[in-house]
């Protein structure tokens, strides 16, 4: 199928289909961990490379090419590589394209596990990050070394929602000889493109928006054919194994369908609490880059198509106020978890930022009434309700 020929929207439909000779109208689920061969001949020629096809579900399997090739397409990327977990994406893309004596820029709000990846694991292979703050080109600029191979970051960030440029860092990139990585978490390619602003690889954690619906965990990451085949991202995750199941591909795949307007109807919520939370008289402050008082807006919205589903907030009084709006829910699910249909409700100084420095906690703005907010589906005004018992 000419794929390029379709909008996106199409594309998460339709790219990817590859039917068997039953001619099923939904996709197939190829839960198979070796593939058979005609003859001797053939399993040589497979091994070799010289025919291409499946061998083992580590190095490919059908599902999993069809997600590969419908998120691909989504995202305007000549190759996706999907792995067990957003973790493993990101361990692919380092492991695969980093030597020992390599530098790494990052944001300094990036997901905890990814800090403790490159803060602790990647310390012992002799590969060193510098972390600067999100928002700052020129704390980029400083940061880089000679031997600096790679930009890492999300945005919007986790959990104050902060803005970066990525098509100035992505020229810095290019200035530095470094690869632009960005973890398109909290937008997917619906709500930005980043490939298309100039940057190297993306990442996801598809166990969020992209599923959607909270039920499996899965990553991929995607650039251009050179840097995942020859720069060994693919290599990587063929032979250490961190490779995506076919089931979780095939409930992902079946999540991409409805990405587009799930992406939509989570910023029309998300926006209109934002809006609410902003006039409530016990809420200090509210961070959404949906919201003309963010930082950054101008910048969010010519950057994403709207605010996304994360909206972050202040209360009034410290701790305990913001435990009692958790406490009062009786609707919303208290979980770190986000990206789901369901609405999820978080405490970061406690939670996902629990095990940083009070100080840390500081400089990076994340105050004890912090809460973060996941926008789910459910009718606005029950949201609403549920938030207001605690809030009074
Ligand atoms: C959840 C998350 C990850 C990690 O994904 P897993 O699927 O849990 O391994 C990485 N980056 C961001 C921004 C996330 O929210």
């Known amino acids: ?42 399993a040589a020629a497979r091994f ?15 599902t999993v090419t069809a997600f590969e090739e419908r998120l691909a397409a989504m995202e305007g990327a000549e190759t996706c590589v999907a792995t067990s977990s957003g973790m493993s994406a990101i361990m692919a893309c380092v492991m695969g394209l980093l030597s020992a004596g390599d530098h790494i820029v990052a944001s300094q709000s990036i997901f905890g596990a990814t800090v403790n ?11 060193h990050t510098t972390f600067v703050s999100a928002t700052e080109v020129d704390a980029w600029r400083n940061a880089v070394r000679q031997n600096t191979k790679l930009f890492f970051l999300e945005t919007p960030s986790n959990p104050l929602t902060e803005i970066s440029d990525i098509a100035e860092l992505s020229a810095l990139a290019k200035q530095s000889k470094a690869w632009l990585v960005i973890d398109n978490c909290f937008c997917t390619p619906i709500l930005q493109k980043p490939l298309e602003l100039g940057a190297d690889i993306v990442i996801h954690s598809a166990t969020k928006y ?17 840097l995942m085949m020859d720069g060994g991202v693919y290599g990587f995750l063929r032979t250490a194994g961190p ?35 902003e006039s409530h008289p016990n809420v200090e402050r509210v961070f959404y880059p949906g919201l003309a008082s963010h930082q950054q807006h101008q910048l969010a919205m010519r950057q994403q198509r709207s605010g996304g589903g994360i909206v972050s907030f202040e209360v009034k009084g410290d701790k305990e106020a913001a435990w009692r709006v958790i406490d009062s829910t009786q609707l919303v699910s208290i979980t770190a978890n986000l990206g789901d249909v369901k609405t999820t409700l978080t405490h970061p100084a406690t939670t996902t930022h629990g095990r940083i420095s009070q100080e840390a906690r500081d400089a990076a703005g994340i105050s004890d009434g912090l809460l973060r907010l996941a926008v789910g589906l459910e009718a606005i005004e029950d949201i609403k309700a549920d938030l207001v018992r605690g809030l009074g």
């Open 210 to 226: 992209l599923d959607g619906q909270g039920r499996v965990l899965g990553g991929a990451v995607l650039g251009n054919r050179e």
């Open 48 to 62: 070799s490379g010289e025919e291409s096809g499946n061998i083992y579900s580590r190095f490919t399997n059908p």
């Open 117 to 127: 990846l490159f803060n602790n694991i990647l310390k012992k292979f002799d590969v």
């Open 243 to 277: 490779t995506l199941s076919a089931f979780n591909a095939w409930i992902i795949l079946k999540g991409l369908e409805t990405l587009n307007i799930r992406m939509d109807a989570h910023s029309k919520n998300a926006l209109q609490i934002a809006q609410w939370l």
């Open 1 to 42: 199928m000419p794929d390029d020929q379709y909008k996106s929207e199409t594309c998460a439909l339709r790219t990817g289909i590859h039917r068997s000779q039953f001619n099923e109208h939904s996709e197939a689920i190829y839960l198979t961990s070796s593939f058979v061969f005609d003859n001797a001949q053939q």
